[in-house]
């Protein structure tokens, strides 16, 4: 392992041990990759086990061949008792496994091999540990956000007049993947299929979607109804691109709304009403807010301008302007109206509050920040305005 | 719902709720987007409830708005139990779930909020049942496979001298998406992650992925280590292009090789070994032979041939030479040499014997085939052959 890989896997190892001792448990199994890549820097098909003490075991299947002299190899779970005995290891008595990835086969298998151990659920709390960034996780959002903007500067030259909504999208999809885009997109839980973004176009914004986006669509196949649908993109409707940011591990989340050939009076305003928004948040801001005074404070303003019916949806209206991000699109904090979660130094988080004007289309920006003590830093650096194709 | 959609959900209706009694349970919940796209014909955020007979209920917590008496909104599980005594039907006391994709956290919460009925694991059935399809399912199939080949008869004209393998491929994904592929790519399972598929140029067929596919790669990001890896193509090395099949709900799945500029004499033989593979399959095939023989026998061709030692990976050997296709692109059966499943009319599967080559890279196709009273069904119709970019 190369140095930088140590500085930052040591101390979340070091945060996970502590998180095993504060839910009195003996230890802890990793079955993900997202946290495999975060604790070892590398995925894996296998198990990552944690003691309150000591370098972490892995017990892998596939690859073959890592060189890391903690790896052990395994073609099954069973095998795990034997290989702890000869460890001189303790059978966990009370384990904490990652319950909300893992499936219940899976979980009920590995119960078994251990000798049925007590469980309780890791998930949310790894998920608050991630929520607070290192200062190089912070700088691959940022640097996720720069080539974001650059791909997004692309897209007057990718418009071409009488293009359909999914035309426009697949040649932003060829850029970002000429930019280094993963292709794969990251989130948790499920309800979240999703394949490199959203882009909506004229009144296939309004359409509602069974996941937990912020807006839907139709989408192109009855398997995955969201976002573009073939809508024909004309003069006087808006396109909202919010194509992902996945150009590090750690990703930024950005939106940006167009116009064809001019901008509707009511998008104008929508769109401006959003960028309000964000200013608002970002001079009243401090550091301990909890989420829902965000949400609040943006509520306030959307019914002051009388957008309370197009705020976030019309037909189905989403509960939150915004989430945080990292490794997964939608990590904590969530900004919903009743949330407890507290914005603090060194989380991320992108904030989306949107509007859909039946007849027109979607209208509003999305900001990646970053918390500090001191305040926002907006790591979304582009033009704000709504933008004419 | 339209005929067709009732022609098809009605019988697949009816084959669950005869597993349902075979597995000796009161009813069955499925939470799967794949499986309620199966039983519905459309996607929703909430379970499907079945009992041996009658009407599946669909208890909805979005979208809102579905047109389908059958639908009750729900924001939680926990309101299940009322809305059954409602509708004058009995709690589950033995329940069938989806334990190998339902989380341990989700299941948990579902068995508590139906006061902890005993539960049982209908996964396995389902995909049992998925496997065996019905003239629409195979015609999907078809239609995406014509559609597969008529983007790789593109390659040549996308290829670039100079070119990664990345460029290449996202050239292949641009054209896929032009041509309706869904984009997402559905498999079943832990440790599947892929994006569009796999691209692999020269010795980074080698590379060895957690992945369950066939080949692995080093791929982009740590995040996901699996394919196309920014190698450069140069003269006498192959590229094999193992993109998606998804044009339909129903896929394909299909391989082939290209050499660049020149076909070293190695990879000329072993491309052939795997046309050869093919040829005898199709040849000896009969409809109830077990999975098992079909790999015996493409591995006994492969021992005849002294290839052996770079048969499905070099470093990692893959020990399967095919899979059924269908909604998912990993279903029943698989090809292995210990698989007691037996292939049946109405199965699809891809066969994909494949070698790599050090030096050089991978070789080898693979077609897509149905399985008929008669014998086998080719469904890639495209030139087998190692061909020059």
Same mark, same amino acid.
């Given at each position: 392992?190369?140095?930088?890989? *140590?500085?930052?896997?040591?101390?979340?190892?070091? /945060?996970?041990?502590?998180?095993?001792?504060?839910?009195?448990?003996?230890?802890?199994?990793?079955?993900?990759?997202?946290?495999?890549?975060?604790?070892?820097?590398? &995925?894996?098909?296998?198990?990552?086990?944690?003691?309150?003490?000591?370098?972490?075991?892995?017990?892998?299947?596939?690859?073959?061949?890592?060189?890391?002299?903690?790896?052990?190899?395994?073609?099954?779970?069973?095998?795990?008792?034997?290989?702890?005995?000869?460890?001189?290891?303790?059978?966990?008595?009370?384990?904490?496994?990652?319950?909300?990835?893992?499936?219940?086969?899976?979980?009920?298998?590995?119960?078994?091999?251990?000798?049925?151990?007590?469980?309780?659920?890791?998930?949310?709390?790894?998920?608050?540990?991630?929520?607070?960034?290192?200062?190089?996780?912070?700088?691959?959002?940022?640097?996720?956000?720069?080539?974001?903007?650059?791909?997004?500067?692309? &897209?007057?030259? =990718?418009?071409?007049?009488?293009?359909?909504?999914?035309?426009?999208?697949?040649?932003?999809?060829?850029?970002?993947?000429?930019?280094?885009?993963?292709?794969?997109?990251?989130?948790?839980?499920?309800?979240?299929?999703?394949? +490199?973004?959203?882009?909506?176009?004229? %009144?296939?914004?309004?359409?509602?979607?069974?996941?937990?986006?912020?807006?839907?669509?139709?989408?192109?196949?009855? *398997?995955?109804?969201?976002?573009?649908?073939?809508?024909?993109?004309?003069?006087?409707?808006?396109?909202?691109?919010?194509?992902?940011?996945?150009?590090?591990?750690? +990703?930024?989340?950005?939106?940006?709304?167009?116009?064809?050939?001019?901008?509707?009076? %009511?998008?104008? /305003?929508?769109?401006?009403?959003?960028?309000?928004?964000?200013?608002?948040?970002?001079?009243?801001?401090?550091?301990?807010?909890?989420?829902?005074?965000?949400?609040?404070?943006?509520?306030?303003?959307?019914?002051?301008?009388?957008?309370?019916?197009?705020?976030?949806?019309?037909?189905?209206?989403?509960?939150?302007?915004?989430?945080?991000?990292?490794?997964? &699109?939608?990590?904590?904090?969530? *900004?919903?109206?009743?949330?407890?979660?507290?914005?603090?130094?060194? +989380?991320?988080?992108?904030?989306?509050?949107?509007?859909?004007?039946?007849?027109?289309?979607?209208?509003?920006?999305?900001?990646?920040?970053?918390?500090?003590?001191?305040?926002?830093?907006?790591?979304?650096?582009?033009?704000?305005?709504?933008?004419? =194709?």
């Amino acid at each position: 392992m190369n140095g930088l890989l *140590l500085h930052e896997t040591g101390p979340r190892l070091e /945060k996970v041990r502590q998180t095993i001792i504060k839910m009195q448990a003996d230890a802890c199994i990793i079955t993900t990759p997202v946290n495999h890549y975060w604790l070892c820097g590398f &995925i894996f098909d296998g198990l990552l086990l944690l003691y309150p003490e000591g370098e972490p075991l892995l017990f892998v299947k596939r690859p073959a061949g890592i060189a890391d002299e903690r790896v052990k190899a395994i073609r099954k779970p069973e095998q795990i008792p034997d290989l702890l005995r000869q460890a001189g290891l303790p059978l966990p008595g009370r384990l904490l496994i990652e319950a909300d990835q893992l499936t219940f086969s899976a979980a009920t298998r590995l119960q078994a091999a251990l000798g049925m151990p007590e469980t309780g659920n890791i998930s949310g709390e790894l998920r608050k540990l991630r929520a607070i960034k290192s200062p190089y996780e912070l700088e691959q959002i940022r640097e996720s956000a720069r080539i974001h903007a650059e791909v997004y500067a692309l &897209i007057p030259t =990718l418009y071409r007049k009488g293009m359909t909504d999914l035309e426009l999208q697949i040649e932003i999809e060829r850029q970002m993947r000429l930019h280094g885009s993963a292709g794969i997109f990251r989130s948790f839980g499920e309800n979240m299929d999703i394949f +490199m973004g959203s882009l909506l176009a004229g %009144d296939n914004a309004q359409t509602a979607s069974p996941f937990d986006y912020a807006l839907g669509g139709a989408g192109i196949t009855p *398997l995955l109804p969201l976002g573009a649908n073939g809508t024909q993109l004309t003069p006087g409707s808006t396109v909202m691109v919010d194509m992902a940011g996945n150009y590090r591990p750690w +990703m930024d989340d950005m939106t940006r709304t167009y116009a064809i050939e001019y901008a509707p009076a %009511d998008a104008l /305003k929508a769109h401006q009403v959003s960028i309000d928004i964000h200013e608002a948040i970002i001079k009243s801001f401090r550091p301990g807010i909890p989420c829902s005074e965000l949400y609040l404070q943006a509520e306030e303003i959307v019914k002051e301008n009388g957008l309370t019916t197009c705020f976030m949806g019309t037909v189905q209206q989403a509960r939150f302007i915004g989430h945080g991000v990292g490794l997964e &699109i939608n990590e904590p904090p969530v *900004l919903t109206p009743r949330s407890k979660e507290i914005l603090e130094p060194g +989380m991320a988080f992108a904030l989306e509050p949107k509007f859909v004007l039946p007849g027109i289309g979607a209208a509003g920006i999305e900001n990646t920040y970053i918390v500090h003590e001191e305040g926002l830093e907006k790591v979304t650096l582009f033009e704000e305005a709504l933008m004419c =194709l």
